[in-house]
Every structure is written in structure tokens, then in C-alpha cells.
């Protein structure tokens, strides 16, 4: 059965409201008519104290979900673009990551942070952010980013029902309105984990949220033309299967991560690190990383183009990586993202 | 109680911060607390006459000058004495330290070392009282300080707006680290906090503890029946430095005078002979609780990784 990326948020913050008693949804606009692209929508009316309208105030937002948590409450936070989560950051990385270490194990802040990416249609520098390396980077979070509604729905609920700690869920938007047929790849943990999601012999890509689905695209056009992609979604950005990397890489012998963010020490830079310190001599080529190019991001079509990778850029640079003769495969057609997703149609 | 007995018990209650506090001060030198300290010493009326209007079940966010208010609620000595020495019998395993406290067995929640950002957990831990039809209410306690946070301002709006059983509770000393409030402050308080409709209320005699105790009373009655937000700020005065064991005069930001004033009118100071009457009793539960700290192990491996 297929099922959109909106319909599965939807179907966890249902199920997280009618089986956990303790949810509580608060964030800006989780009772207005849009109901956070339709993922909570109407629940104010049928749980009317636990879905709370909030001021523009973040930070005390935030800290409001740890006290909620201290409390017996599971929060959810959130936030429709991930770059207001940035006004959570002192609660964030300060309080909710460290308050169970700090207080040697006295507390626990049982939470979720959702935070919505909002790449494209010209969202400009502030509303486009992934800012993923950012908090796995803080021992005490578990950043997770689900590609698709199995892994939505997998890793909502084990965060809600059986998770002790603050989860940040990155979600993106130009995945909200696809639609996903039901397939059989599993992820290895919900939170702690990734997903193998297509096997193969000549490279490992290795990507994230929406780049797994154009990583995808790409495997397929590789593969008629006789390039066997392995694919690994990573999924859990702060814990990551290791075993699966290491497995894929010294299979293949080739590494290209994809992130939706900039390369320079975040997933990137982590997924090396993780492969040096593994063993260094199972790469037959240099790895290779791609994401945004290093500059804030810019409003202008034109200049988004050029800022992202999509599908047309993946191939070409797989097919550099794993040299056969190159010049014999056609690229797929530059065509924008935003277009191929063409669902989204903003403004927002 | 009568008010002799009353008076009695929080001047004993007080005394027995000052002393832990003062025994730091002797242990300090010694290395055997590797850490910062920010001492109470002047402050502990505030603490312990708040806190004996408190019931066990109701809950105060403390922040990094916190040793007073641990005490006053009821947080354990050995375990205190082993924490600041970074022991692994310690509250929180040595991980917390003099900046960390936190007990919640007597509602004593974590403590922050960044100014202002425990308000808002007392915020929604009242916020779900009040979903769940508790019947407690919770303290949250800063400096004057944090009344420049915007996370102090925004606590108010929505503590108000949501209505939840909160005491807002400024130990106004009027010093953050060494800058004073007219360096730092441009609006006046009581206005600021009334244009939230929360009601605000001031104690002027904060190294009074019987005073504190029957006029925060007042204040802590009003949030219990009321169930909404009151603010009360009590001014009081901080002998030592900013942080560390010594006092800071010679620094030339404040006057010794106006410390002296207030010594005047201490209490701890000036009832010399309630203060002996007490002195033996209180030493020997420090001596004990200093013993346990020392006699405790060391935090292993495990410790390092475990909580995370």
C-alpha cells in the first residue's frame, strides 16, 4: 500500500496522541488551520489539553517541553522550518542533551524536537537550513532524518513509546506530499540505525533524507547502464550503523556520501572519519562527497540550481569514481528537483 | 509554633548553610574541590524562609548558586560533600558539582550554570500540573540577572497566559558577576512584571528569615489558591565574590560599607550566643558529612559513560 511522507507523520502523531496519554503537542501553529502541512490538523479539537498553541518564543518553548518531560509528559515540539530551531539551541545542547549526564543519571528528559527542512522553491538562507552535523555532533541527542513513511513510522513510534531521551526528527519538505510505495527494506534500529536500501557490487553511495530518493533515481539510470550502485540511507545522523558502512565500503571499495547539507565536518566528513578509522586501505579510490556548495543559500532559481546536487550530478560524478569509460552513458537531463518533485508548489 | 521556636529553627537552618559554606571556604585550599563554587554566604535567609512554606512535593528549579537552596529543601550533606569533591557517592556521581545540584527525592530540580535557562522547565513542569490536576506548585529561582534574559520575559507571558501554579522568585542582590543593576537595567520591575497581570510582590529585609518566611507565605498562599503566577523579589546581599572562596573588595566595583550594613542586621552574626548554642551540633554533621565525602571512591570508566 502506498503512502505519502505527510500521511505517515500524520498516522505517528495519531498514534503518539491516542496510545501514549503523556503526548503533548506545542509548538507555533500546531492549532491553526494548516495544522503543520496537515500532521497534527483538527488534533486540537479532539485532545484540547495536550496540543498547545504557543508565542514566538522558542527558547522558552523548549526548556517548557524539558519541565513538561520532568514532569511525566512526552513533548512534541514543533518547528516549521528547522532554522527557528535555531532559537532553541541553549535549551537544546545545553539543558535537554546533557540534563540525564549532568545530573548523574537522577533525570530523564523524554522529548521530541521536529523540525521541518524547508529546501527549495526559493526559500532562501534562512528557511532552507540542514542543520543535522550541528546537534549529532552534541552527545545527549539523537538526530534522526527518515526518507520515507516506514522509517517514519518505525522511528516516531520507538521514540514516543520507548525512548528516554530528547530525539530531533529532521524532516523535509520536498518529501511531505510524495508518495512511497511500501517496500521491504528494514532499518537496522529505529533511532540507532540505517537501512540498506539497495544492494550492489561497484559503489557505495551513502545519503540522507531527501538525497536517498534522488541517490535512488540515480542507481537506477546507473544501473541500465551497467554500474551497480550499493545504497545505504543513513538515517540516524548521530548513530549511524557503522557495520553496514564498513560492510558496503569494503565490498565495493568506493565511498560517495550525499548529504543535505554542506560536506565540511558534518555526514560527510563523519562517514570518512568513520571509514579511516575503520581501515583506510578498503577505499581502491579517493571517497567523494557531495552537498551544498559551500555559500548560504540563495533565493534566485538560477542560483539554487547550481546549489544542490540532483541526480544529473550524482552520475556523473559515479561515473568518474568508477571509471568505465564514462563517455558510452548518457547523464539523465539536468531537470530541477523542486520540478521532478513538482507536488510542492509552495509558497511555503 | 511559637515565634521564638520559629525563629529558632530557621536561624539554626541558616547557620548550618553558612557553616557548609564556610567549611568549603577551609577546604578550598586543599584542592579537594577541583571546581568553581559561587557561595550563598548572605543569602541564606532568602533560602531557607522560602523553603519552609514549601511542601516536599512542591518543586524548585535552583541554578548555579544553588548550595542554599538544596539545603533549605531538604537535599542530603554526604552526598553534597561527596559531590563537590567529585566523588562517585555523590548526588550525581561527581558529574554535577557545586554548579549542578539537584535532588529530586525533596524537589530539588537540576540545577543550571546558565543564567535564566531553568525558569522555563519550571514553567512546564507547572504546566502540566495544571493539566493534571496537581495540587503543588513550583518555585523557580533566579538572580537579578536573569531579569535581563528574554527568556526571563518570555516565561512571564506564557505563565501568565496559561495560567500555572509558579512562583517567580528573584534573590535580587543586585550584582551579576561584578556589573550593577543601573549598568544593566532600564525598566522598572514591578511594572514589567504587572504589565504580565502577574502580582508582584518585595521583601526589603532579606537577611530577616522569620520576616522571609511570613511574607513569602503570603506569596506562596496566593499561587497555592490562586493557581496562577505570582512574582516575588527579596533583596538580599552576596558577602564573597562572584565565584570562588574569598571576598572581592579590594576589586574596587562595590563598597565594603554597604556589605557592613547588612552584617549589622544579620542575625548569624549578631545573635552571638543562639550561634554558639548551635555551633557543636551543626560542625559535628559537617565533620560526618565531610568524612563521607572523603572516604568515598573515585567515579570509574563506567561512571564516564554512563548516562549519557
New interface residues.
Given amino acids: 500500500m502506498s503512502k505519502t511522507y505527510k500521511a505517515a507523520l500524520l498516522e505517528a502523531m495519531q498514534e503518539a496522541m491516542d496510545n501514549n496519554p503523556r503526548s503533548l503537542i506545542i509548538g507555533q501553529g500546531v492549532t491553526d488551520f494548516k495544522g503543520i502541512f496537515d500532521t497534527v490538523k483538527g488534533f486540537v479539537d479532539r485532545y484540547p489539553d495536550r496540543v498547545i498553541e504557543t508565542p514566538l518564543s522558542e527558547d522558552s518553548i523548549a526548556g517548557i517541553c524539558i519541565g513538561a518531560a520532568l514532569n511525566g509528559a512526552y513533548p512534541i515540539n514543533t518547528h516549521i522550518r528547522a532554522d527557528f530551531g535555531l532559537l532553541i539551541f541553549n535549551q537544546l545542547i545545553n539543558l535537554a542533551a546533557k540534563y540525564k549526564y549532568m545530573f548523574g543519571g537522577l533525570f530523564e528528559i523524554p522529548c521530541m524536537y521536529r523540525m521541518v527542512i524547508g529546501r527549495s522553491w526559493g526559500q532562501g538562507a534562512q528557511h532552507s537550513q540542514s542543520l543535522q552535523s550541528l546537534m549529532a555532533h552534541i552527545p545527549g541527542l539523537v538526530v534522526v532524518m527518515p526518507a520515507d513513511p516506514k522509517s517514519i513510522i518505525e522511528s516516531y513510534r520507538y521514540s514516543i513509546q520507548k525512548y528516554k531521551g530528547p530525539v530531533v526528527m529532521l524532516e523535509h519538505r520536498l518529501l511531505y506530499e510524495l508518495n512511497f510505495e511500501n517496500d521491504e527494506t528494514k532499518l537496522s534500529h529505529p533511532i540507532f540505525g540505517s537501512k540498506l536500501e539497495i544492494e550492489g557490487t561497484d559503489i557505495t553511495i551513502i545519503a540522507t533524507s531527501v538525497m536517498v530518493l534522488e541517490a535512488k533515481r540515480a542507481a537506477n539510470h546507473l544501473k541500465k547502464n551497467g554500474i551497480s550502485v550499493e545504497l545505504i540511507n543513513l538515517h540516524s545522523i548521530s548513530h549511524p550503523d557503522k557495520k553496514i558502512i564498513c560492510k558496503s565500503v569494503e565490498k565495493t571499495g568506493k565511498m560517495l556520501v550525499i548529504d543535505t547539507s554542506w560536506p565540511a565536518y558534518g555526514v560527510c566528513a563523519e562517514m570518512n572519519r568513520i571509514i579511516n578509522e575503520y581501515k583506510p586501505s578498503i577505499l581502491k579510490v579517493p571517497s567523494n562527497s557531495m552537498g551544498m556548495v559551500s555559500t548560504p543559500c540563495p533565493t534566485a532559481k538560477a542560483l539554487e540550481e547550481m546549489y544542490y546536487p540532483d541526480v544529473h550530478d550524482i552520475c556523473k560524478e559515479v561515473i568518474k569514481m568508477v571509471k568505465k569509460d564514462g563517455s558510452e552513458i548518457n547523464l539523465p537531463k539536468k531537470i530541477s528537483m523542486t520540478d521532478f518533485y513538482k507536488h510542492f508548489k509552495g509558497p511555503f | 509554633m511559637e515565634s521564638l521556636e520559629i525563629y529558632k529553627d530557621l536561624f539554626y537552618q541558616s547557620l548550618r548553610i553558612r557553616l557548609v559554606e564556610e567549611k568549603i571556604i577551609e577546604l578550598y585550599p586543599s584542592d579537594l574541590i577541583q571546581s568553581p563554587v559561587h557561595l550563598s554566604i548572605g543569602q541564606e535567609a532568602v533560602a531557607v524562609g522560602v523553603c519552609a512554606n514549601l511542601n516536599l512535593d512542591d ?1 524548585v ?1 535552583i541554578n548555579y548558586r544553588g548550595h542554599a537552596f538544596y539545603l533549605a529543601k531538604g537535599g542530603p550533606l554526604p552526598e553534597f560533600f561527596a559531590e563537590l569533591m567529585g566523588k562517585k557517592n ?7 558539582g557545586s554548579m ?1 545540584l ?3 527525592k525533596q524537589g530539588i ?2 540545577a ?1 550554570a ?1 543564567v535564566s ?13 495544571k ?2 490536576r496537581e495540587n503543588r506548585i513550583f518555585v523557580t529561582n533566579f538572580g537579578d540577572g536573569a531579569l535581563e534574559q ?2 526571563f520575559h ?2 512571564l ?2 505563565a501568565s ?2 495560567k500555572v501554579p509558579i512562583l517567580f522568585l528573584c534573590e535580587d542582590n543586585n550584582l551579576a558577576v561584578h556589573s550593577h543593576k543601573k549598568e544593566r537595567q532600564s525598566f522598572t520591575l514591578e511594572k514589567l512584571v504587572g504589565s504580565y497581570g502577574i502580582p508582584f510582590h518585595e521583601i526589603e529585609e532579606g537577611y530577616d528569615f522569620v520576616k522571609v518566611q511570613k511574607l513569602s507565605k503570603i506569596s506562596i498562599d496566593e499561587v497555592r489558591n490562586t493557581k496562577k503566577p505570582v512574582f516575588l523579589k527579596i533583596k538580599t546581599s552576596r558577602y564573597k565574590e562572584h565565584v570562588g572562596p574569598g571576598e572581592d573588595f579590594s576589586a574596587g566595583y562595590r563598597d565594603k560599607n554597604d556589605i557592613n550594613k547588612w552584617k549589622k542586621l544579620d542575625p548569624l552574626l549578631q545573635d552571638k550566643k543562639l550561634y554558639e548554642s548551635f555551633l557543636g551540633k551543626i560542625n559535628n554533621e559537617i565533620e560526618n558529612a565531610v568524612k563521607f565525602g572523603l572516604e568515598s571512591p573515585l567515579p570509574d570508566r563506567e ?1 564516564l559513560l ?3
Fill in positions: 518543586w528549579f555523590g548526588q550525581s556521581k561527581g558529574k554535577a549542578h539537584a535532588s529530586p530540580m537540576g543550571s546558565v535557562s531553568t525558569i522555563s522547565h519550571a514553567v512546564g513542569a507547572a504546566l502540566i500540573s493539566i493534571k528574554g527568556a518570555e516565561c507571558n506564557f497566559l496559561h561512571d554512563s548516562d549519557v
